[in-house]
């Protein structure tokens, strides 16, 4: 049992160091920046289109011109990296998810439309089937509904050669398939993309916070059954610190815990156990969370993103995925 030493007080006086702006600037521990945030931005085909996400106040799909301009939006703010998730139009939707694989999707239009105007940005593109596909899932489905894991894995494969062509700078397979992050490395180092990073989902939980960015790609009304025979049971932790050795194994650059807040348990525990880049996905549900609260006067927003992104740094994270990214990059500019 750890011992303490004798009460102190008042030669020690925590509050001390609390007294003045000044000093508790000087004391923390942790400072966000506009560089920790990676920002998702979800495309839709079109031009000069703007489409706000109703479950996702303050969040729109921009056709790839616009995409273009918030990506030149994001480097002036010093946000380094961008996430990109695309809506597929739904006659280009299949059971096999084929699109996925279309070099002129609008995944690949997105990237390299971004990275011709903005070449120091970069782009971390998600690997998963569920915005291609009629059924809503991550896969390739057999007759019985279940998510086929080996046969999923070679076509995201293709999918992620694809996105690396286009110019890619980090392939982040968010399917959760075994084995994948290998087979990934494997087919992008044969190709000659040896400097494509790959940012594993490893922990990935099946979550309830999904909800607004499946509204996002068009996939919530789609979607049959849930996700739970490949996403993590929420009741798991040292599960998943297995899932991030595997990854790490294989080859992941860095890993990703998701959901975010409700999970800076495991974050701690990856950042404890590895030490390796860990960053976590601020996911919709948690964003429309703190845009509720707001809006009804619950909490201050401004503080609120900044509390809850300064709680992913104390938990370890070497930086965060968050929709509040440009927010919180204009409170930290100021
Ligand atoms: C899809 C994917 C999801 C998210 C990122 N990639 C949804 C899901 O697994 O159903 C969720 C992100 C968010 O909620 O903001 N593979």
Same mark, same amino acid.
């Given at each position: ?9 008042? %030669? ?37 289109? #703007? ?8 969040? @729109? ?5 616009? *995409?273009? %301009?918030?990506?030149?939006? %994001? *480097? ?53 089937? +569920? ?43 968010? +399917?959760?398939? +075994? ?17 494509? #990073? ?20 068009? @996939? ?17 932790? *040292? ?7 595997? +990854? ?6 860095? /890993? &990703? ?12 525990? /990856? ?10 996905? #601020? ?5 429309? &969370? ?45």
């Amino acid at each position: 049992m750890p011992t303490f030493p004798a009460p102190a007080y008042p %030669a020690i006086r925590m509050r001390r160091t609390r007294a003045s702006a000044w000093s508790r600037a000087l004391h923390a521990e942790h400072r966000l920046s506009p560089a920790d945030f990676i920002w998702p931005l979800f495309i839709t085909a079109g031009k000069q289109t #703007q489409e706000p996400i109703a479950s996702l106040p303050g969040v @729109s799909r921009w056709s790839v011109d616009l *995409a273009v %301009a918030r990506a030149k939006d %994001a *480097a002036s703010a010093g946000i380094p990296c961008l996430a990109l998730f695309p809506n597929t139009e739904a006659d280009r939707r299949s059971d096999d998810g084929a699109e996925a694989l279309n070099p002129d999707n609008l995944m690949c239009q997105a990237i390299r439309a971004i990275k011709d105007a903005v070449p120091d940005i970069g782009l971390l593109t998600d690997v998963a089937l +569920d915005p291609y596909t009629v059924h809503g899932q991550d896969g390739l489905l057999d007759e019985a509904g279940y998510v086929v894991n080996d046969a999923t894995v070679d076509v995201l494969i293709g999918q992620s050669l694809n996105q690396a062509a286009a110019g890619a700078d980090i392939i982040a397979p968010s +399917d959760m398939m +075994d084995g994948r992050i290998g087979a990934i490395r494997e087919a992008l180092e044969a190709e000659g993309h040896a400097n494509v #990073q790959i940012m594993a989902y490893a922990a990935k939980y099946a979550s309830a916070f999904y909800g607004p960015f499946r509204d996002a790609v068009g @996939s919530r009304g789609l979607l049959k059954g849930d996700k739970k025979n490949y996403q993590m049971d929420p009741a798991n932790g *040292a599960e998943a610190l297995r899932e991030v050795a595997l +990854d790490l194994a294989e080859g992941a650059d860095s /890993v &990703m815990v998701k959901p975010g807040l409700p999970y800076l348990d495991i974050v701690a525990r /990856v950042k404890d156990a590895f030490d390796v880049p860990v960053f976590a996905y #601020q996911v919709s549900g948690e964003y429309a &969370m703190i845009e509720a609260a707001a809006a009804v006067g619950a909490g201050d927003r401004d503080a609120l993103i900044l509390e809850t992104l300064t709680a992913f740094k104390r938990a370890g994270c070497t930086g965060v995925l968050t929709y509040h990214a440009m927010d919180a990059a204009r409170l930290l500019n100021g």
